[in-house]
């Protein structure tokens, strides 16, 4: 059975969309088959991996409501740059979820990928920058969080929320759930505001900090606007990104395969 990871943070704006494709995109290229299920509203991951159509979205998957019904909503990435990786599109109608009251709406995700996780390797949640009814069903449909930040002061306190959240969803829905790690994203390392977070964040999370970090370039932003993995971008500062996102894949699928709790 391929493993589902839940990429998460309360805070907006730290790479999370970006962080989740490339990780795809580096996964793949180890060779194994990636899915990864857009659960953010706003759809960036599914813009980024620029299918050429999406007849059904995450949206009408929860809606149907029956066992496996993500395969029918799965779709190939446009660009060949993106081979190896399948997508579980999203589109904005996927917010009403968030003020959804029906009883067990938080099982519907876990339902939804009954059996099409078992044809992936790995398949990445990307979660909204919240901790809503979306988040709470990724969590419950994942067996692994990966934290995701950057060095700043709200993003880091937008941790505390989310493992908050985590330890709800454990004791009512998921108790297998584990804590995997936390990436660290947009990195500067020669300023002192980045310093000084990166050593807050050892101070808090200690070996679950993982490293490399991934270095502030803006080769990450063009790729991404471009629909491509930042791998097969031109440049000096691509390549820099590139090692730090395939080091990180390979360290995401050493600890999904023999999951430890870190936190």
Known sequence: M???????????????TAAVV??????????????VVD?????????????????????????????????????????????????????????????????????????????VRDRY?????????????????ALVAADAVLLVTEPGRDSVAGLAAVRETI???????????????VLVNRVEVHTAEHARRLTELKGLYGAALWQPYVPKRAAVAESHGAARPVRSWPGGGARDAAEAFAALARRLLAAVRSPVAVG
Request: charged share 20%; proline share 7%; net charge negative.
């Open 2 to 16: 391929g493993a589902v990871v839940a990429l998460v943070n309360q805070k907006g704006g730290v790479g999370k």
């Open 22 to 35: 490339n990780l795809a995109a580096s996964v793949a290229a180890e060779g194994a088959r990636v899915l």
């Open 39 to 115: 659960a953010d509203p706003q759809a960036s991951a599914s813009r980024a991996l620029d299918p050429a159509e999406t007849p059904f979205s995450l949206d009408d998957v929860l809606d149907a409501g029956y066992e496996g019904a993500a395969a029918d909503a799965i779709v190939t990435p446009g660009p060949v740059e993106w081979s190896g990786v399948d997508l579980l599109p999203a589109e904005l109608s996927l917010a009403r979820r968030d003020v959804e009251q029906t009883i067990g709406s938080e099982q519907r995700l876990r339902r939804a990928l009954a059996g």
């Open 121 to 137: 390797d790995l398949t990445l949640i990307d979660c909204p920058p919240s901790v809503n009814r979306l988040v709470a069903g």
């Open 167 to 181: 330890e709800l969803v454990r004791e009512a829905y998921n108790p297998g759930l584990v804590m995997v790690g």
